[in-house]
């Protein structure tokens, strides 16, 4: 009785009071401290200073600098948390920003954002070149049938859609496995290459699924499948070349390729050092 009389105590009361008091204007003095960081924050984060004027777009020659600079302002727009401006040179999304303009302009190689000292957003890009195209997982039989292509950069990247050629302005290439870049892909432009040092004029190569490979040669015949040089692509291409060379230094395909050479339907390598052709 005594020992509970003693804990409940005014003078223990009070102490307990006090330090009841002192914990809350502790708490109450944090909430004022961090509600004034918000306040401090939101209002220097709005400061003209630290925030972003203008979008400066440079480097670009097929993409439009005015579609780059929709998806840019786009991202800038808005606050975060409802107080925080996206504009801010601290805060601003640049890795979305980046982002998205590889998504939605494929052709961009290279992107680099900068803010000059006049608070500008300077975005430098280079564009990928156009060397070939690839047109689709496996090339048209029927003729007079338009393909739809896609550019192709030095690596094998596809990216923008590509007008419509007539002739051949672009080399082509088809297959399911180059439609995003592939080891292979290297090879094959040493084959065509090293085709073409040899004296064959060709127009496409298709990769089919089982690995399988076909050179399609330029002018030979009507059919887009016509005139054909069929390989595997996990031969030694270096040695296909020379097997093919070596054929058609020799009678009697030697004068057929020559006084033939439309009526050509194809020559097979797929076997080694053996060569096997047929005209029509």
Do not use: H
Not at 40 to 49: A, F, Q
Not at 69 to 74: F, L, P, S, T
Not at 137 to 164: H, I, R, S, W
């Amino acid at each position: 009785m005594l020992k509970r009389n003693a804990l409940n105590s005014p003078r223990l009361l009070e102490l307990k009071r006090k330090r009841q008091n002192a914990f809350r204007n502790k708490i109450l003095f944090f909430v004022f401290l961090l509600i004034l960081l918000i306040i401090g924050s939101v209002y220097l984060s709005r400061i003209s200073g630290l925030n972003i004027k203008g979008v400066e777009i440079s480097g670009n020659n097929v993409v439009d600098t005015e579609n780059i600079k929709e998806v840019v302002n786009e991202k800038l727009t808005g606050k975060y948390l409802w107080f925080f401006p996206r504009t801010n040179v601290l805060f601003y999304p640049s890795d979305k920003i980046k982002t998205d303009l590889y998504e939605k302009f494929q052709g961009l190689q290279d992107i680099n954002l900068r803010i000059n000292s006049k608070g500008v957003l300077e975005i430098s890009v280079s564009e990928r070149s156009a060397i070939y195209t690839w047109c689709g997982k496996v090339p048209l039989d029927a003729g007079g049938v338009t393909q739809k292509c896609n550019f192709m950069d030095k690596d094998g990247y596809v990216f923008d859609e590509a007008p419509y050629f007539s002739g051949e302005v672009y080399f082509k290439f088809y297959g399911g496995a180059l439609e995003k870049p592939s080891p292979i892909f290297s090879q094959l432009v040493l084959f065509k290459e090293n085709l073409e040092k040899n004296g064959l004029k060709i127009s496409s190569i298709y990769v089919a699924d089982d690995g399988d490979g076909k050179v399609f040669l330029s002018s030979a015949g009507k059919s887009a499948t016509e005139g054909q040089i069929l390989f595997k692509t996990d031969a030694d291409l270096e040695i296909v070349v020379v097997n093919l060379v070596t054929a058609l230094a020799a009678e009697p395909l030697k004068s057929e390729f020559k006084n033939k050479y439309s009526l050509l339907s194809y020559i097979d390598l797929r076997f080694g050092n053996k060569v096997y052709y047929k005209f029509k």
